[in-house]
């Protein structure tokens, strides 16, 4: 399955972004999809998940109750709304897809990632 990010830029602190990944190939309904980041000198690190019919969402601790998941199986696309951004959210946006039928954390069981998303927050 090909993966497609977008919607990052460059917003002030306390701003909104949503950003989209649509998906190609495969069908899109089988994956969990993921949300992943990686900050300038850091390691990436998951943010998101959503499982296969988009009942089961799960989140990090610093993005719970402000970022939200979700997911258009007839569209083929995950979406992360982010709200109340803060800058330490800046980092590159990537969502990826695992053969799966829970929500997963670990990198290593996604098997495609999008190109990534440049989300930049300003103080």
């Known amino acids: 399955v090909q993966l497609q990010a977008s919607g990052g830029g460059h917003v002030q602190a306390g701003g909104s972004l949503r950003l989209s990944c649509a998906a190609s190939?495969?069908?899109?309904?089988?994956?969990?999809m993921g949300w992943f980041r990686q900050a300038p000198g850091k390691e990436r690190e998951w943010v998101s998940c959503i499982n296969m019919n988009g009942d089961e969402t799960r989140y990090t601790g610093s993005v719970k109750g402000r970022f939200t998941v979700s997911r258009d199986n007839a569209k083929s696309t995950v979406y992360l709304q982010m709200n109340g951004l803060r800058p330490e959210d800046t980092a590159i946006y990537y969502c990826a897809a695992a053969p799966a039928t829970m929500c997963l954390k670990s990198q290593r069981s996604y098997d495609y990632w999008g190109q990534g998303t440049l989300v930049t927050v300003s103080s």
């Open positions: 190939g495969r069908t899109f309904s089988s994956y969990v």
